[in-house]
């Protein structure tokens, strides 16, 4: 899950296994999520994002997963490839435009 | 696809230098963001903008200052570059909820 420390949490897993990063989000009213992925000197990528009035939704290869109850959040990636090794953050929308960012989790897809 | 650019990719700089990082936007957003980010404390918001000539403080805005004017057109101005700035300079533009981040730059202060 998300950290606030110095060390990102990390996930590693085999190729062609499923991967589920997790997410903590501060907000109860908060209505709108977004996970991101980053590569290794490269900007946040746009993965998938879901609204509070869903609790599912599925991309291609990728579901995410809200639990408003205890306010988690959850990316599901299936079919880790090596290429999907990467930091993950979730971010939370805060209001005008503007969200709150998770710290990340480092994922790594073994061979 | 929504195109974020950066002006550069790597910039060495001085001590006391002014340095300027630009962003472009290419598909009409009104909203633009500046974030830092450095190992552990995630990405912080210095600035953003919702509208030309339009300004808002983040959440550590202290020794920088932006200008937006032109709609397509973000520049993050650090007025005398110090070596605590060193970092990962990341844009992002977004019409609604969704923000779309451009390749980041990486600054070193010296």
């Known amino acids: 899950g998300e950290s606030v420390g110095l060390h990102l949490p990390t996930l590693s897993v085999q190729e062609g296994d499923n991967s589920i990063i997790n997410c903590a989000y501060s907000?109860?009213?908060?209505?709108?999520f977004i996970w991101y992925k980053q590569e290794s000197g490269k900007g946040p990528q746009f993965i998938i994002d879901?609204?509070?009035?869903?609790d599912k939704r599925q991309g291609q290869r990728v579901t995410v997963l809200l639990n408003k109850t205890v306010k988690h959040l959850s990316l599901q990636i299936a079919a880790t490839q090596p290429g999907d090794s990467a930091v993950y953050f979730c971010?939370?929308?805060?209001?005008?435009?503007?969200?709150?960012f998770g710290k990340g989790t480092k994922l790594s897809v073994k061979p | 696809d929504v195109k974020v650019t950066q002006s550069s990719r790597y910039l060495v700089k001085r001590t006391g230098e002014k340095v300027f990082l630009e962003c472009v936007q290419d598909?009409?957003?009104?909203?633009m963001f500046w974030y830092r980010q450095d190992p552990g404390l995630g990405l912080r918001l210095i600035y953003f903008?919702?509208?030309?000539?339009?300004?808002e403080k983040g959440d550590i805005p202290e020794g920088y200052s932006v200008s937006r004017e032109k709609k397509e057109r973000f520049s993050l101005i650090l007025e005398s570059a110090s070596t605590n700035q060193t970092s990962m300079y990341l844009c992002?533009?977004?019409?609604?909820?969704?923000?779309?981040f451009g390749p980041g730059t990486r600054l070193t202060v010296l």
């Open positions: 907000n109860s009213a908060s209505d709108y």
């Open positions: 879901i609204r509070s009035n869903m």
């Open positions: 598909m009409d957003h009104e909203n």
């Open positions: 971010a939370e929308n805060k209001g005008q435009g503007n969200l709150i």
């Open positions: 992002a533009s977004s019409e609604l909820d969704t923000q779309y």
């Open positions: 903008s919702y509208d030309v000539k339009m300004k």
